[in-house]
């Protein structure tokens, strides 16, 4: 049986291999997460395309207002950084323009989207999308933390577990032989309690409310 890792993985290759890209909520505002993936992909030399409503253009790349703008869909990866109002109207037109792959990012999702996506096999083939298991899933959400939405600083939109910290092992208690060196000495108790190991954590609870840049409602 394919591991969920894998399949997320194979998820992720497909959509990296796209001839063309676009960020559905690309933003010109550098903090915003729109603004973020979009970067990513032109660092990556990607092809891509900003889609948004009321910018003409973002890093000087021209935008559309509608994926039915773009000029191949079909062999399109979509990733998509809106609010949960706004995609699954994207997702119906994404389906039914037949885009080759979509990545929603974090909080681009409610759960709408997610039934949508799940009723339509072949469309879930093709997405990557965070869910209660996935994030529930320290080696899943990392084999995300590479793609879209990584910025130069290494902020991933995609939540990350923390490295696992752990506490210095012990000091081996000191006994002492009666007789050392001619001088008696006293035996030392063992310590009365165990030492104290932290687990691992997922780094932030709250990544569903991450501020994902400009919402695009009603994209037609």
């Given at each position: ?164 910290a752990t506490a210095p092992p012990p000091a081996a208690p000191a006994v002492a032989s009666n007789v050392a060196a001619g001088i008696k000495r006293d035996m030392l108790s063992p310590p009365s309690t165990p030492p104290v190991t932290k687990s691992a954590k997922l780094a932030d609870d709250s990544v569903h409310t991450m501020d994902l840049g400009e919402e695009i409602p009603g994209l037609a």
């Open positions: 049986m394919t591991s969920k890792l894998a399949i997320v993985n194979q998820k992720k290759e497909r959509f990296l291999s796209a001839p063309y890209f676009a960020v559905v909520g690309a933003s010109t505002n550098p903090a915003k997460n729109g603004y973020k993936a979009l970067k990513w992909l032109v660092e990556q030399h990607k092809d891509v395309t900003p889609v948004n409503l009321k910018a003409s253009e973002i890093q000087g790349l021209k935008c559309v207002k509608a994926l039915s703008e773009l000029p191949d869909p079909t062999h399109t990866s979509v990733s998509i950084v809106v609010h949960p109002e706004a995609t699954l109207d994207i997702m119906q037109q994404a389906k039914n323009l037949g885009i080759f792959a979509l990545w929603l990012q974090p909080g681009a999702e409610d759960d709408a989207v997610v039934q949508f996506i799940q009723a339509d096999a072949q469309l879930d083939q093709r997405c990557i999308y965070s869910t209660h298991a996935l994030h529930d899933s320290p080696l899943l959400v990392h084999a995300l933390a590479t793609g879209p939405g990584t910025d130069t600083n290494g902020q991933c939109l995609f939540a990350e577990p923390t490295a696992v």
